[in-house]
């Protein structure tokens, strides 16, 4: 989290607990890539929490190191993960298709900033209260459009309302993050983007449910013998 260690420790392992929950309730093998969100969002605010821990203890090249595998999760993995999770269970035809699109989109936006993050400077810096990453390439309009579209905008097509409902919150949660501290834009959003993939769990659990409810349904009634 951008506010110090015990809290990203806190929160990345609250999240590891609901990403293993998640994984536990998945019912399908199209289930399981969106499922394993949580538990990625965990791990990813474990890792900065090892961060806040190397500006204390003195460990540059612990935080370096470290600051390239949190910022390979901001930067590169979430515009390619998310509509590819989405996609993979998505049962509407058409709608599986859009996706794809924005699987395109997101794999674009992904390896644009891998190449920089591999070709950059990269830095972690404690500004205020916050860890803030500088990489100048992600504040790049065009970067930033192309990274919202794979993730938030392609949770809109989606046929599952909890997707949409996560897609549509950290959107918002970016604009607020964007208004207020755009300088710790990056570990701001992310903290907040984690924070709501208990969206993913209800997802997970209530489509379990649905379910087994469908099958249970669909089984042959049994006669009481008289």
Not at 18 to 45: E, H
Not at 103 to 132: M, S
Not at 167 to 174: N, R
Not at 188 to 212: K, N
């Amino acid at each position: 989290m951008c506010f110090s260690a015990t809290a990203s420790f806190i929160s990345g392992t609250a999240l590891s607990a609901i990403g293993v929950a998640s994984i536990a309730r998945a019912k399908t093998k199209s289930d399981l890539p969106y499922a394993i969100i949580p538990l990625l969002f965990g791990i990813q605010q474990l890792t900065e929490g090892v961060i806040w821990l190397t500006f204390q203890q003195d460990a540059p090249v612990l935080k370096q190191v470290m600051t390239y595998v949190y910022s390979v999760f901001s930067h590169t993995l979430w515009p390619i993960y998310v509509p590819f999770a989405i996609a993979v269970m998505e049962p509407v035809r058409w709608r599986k298709k859009a996706l794809h699109v924005f699987l395109a989109i997101g794999l674009v936006a992904g390896l644009y900033q891998l190449y920089f993050l591999i070709i950059g400077p990269l830095e972690a810096q404690v500004i205020g209260k916050h860890i803030v990453y500088v990489s100048p390439h992600f504040l790049a309009v065009p970067m930033i459009l192309f990274y919202l579209t794979a993730t938030c905008v392609s949770s809109f097509f989606s046929s599952h309302v909890f997707v949409r409902m996560f897609g549509g919150l950290v959107l918002l949660a970016f604009v607020a993050a964007y208004l207020v501290q755009l300088l710790a834009l990056v570990s701001i959003w992310c903290f907040f983007a984690a924070a709501l993939s208990v969206l993913i769990y209800l997802h997970i659990r209530y489509t379990s449910v649905g379910a087994m409810v469908s099958a249970l349904k669909g089984m042959p009634h049994t006669r009481t013998a008289r």
